[in-house]
């Protein structure tokens, strides 16, 4: 099954550009690592985070804290 293609250029927010970047580099991160690494507040983090799951590009992987894109990036 072939994932949607969406076009970083046309999310506004760069935060989330960020962490799809992020996302997209290291295949897998746990939320901490996220937040850490682009220097995030915790509540702004999971905001973040929350919201690009809402938007379906990035899911959990399996039960896990680990999150992973659903998408691929152009």
Known sequence: M????IDIQ???NQFEK???KLLE???KC???DIIKDLKLSARKGQELIYSLINKGF???VD???YLK???DIK
């Open 69 to 71: 894109l659903n998408v």
């Open 58 to 60: 990035v899911k959990r």
């Open 63 to 65: 039960q896990s804290s």
């Open 2 to 5: 072939s994932r949607e293609t």
């Open 18 to 20: 960020d962490i799809l």
């Open 30 to 32: 746990v939320y901490g």
């Open 25 to 27: 580099e290291k295949e």
């Open 10 to 12: 046309k999310i506004s």
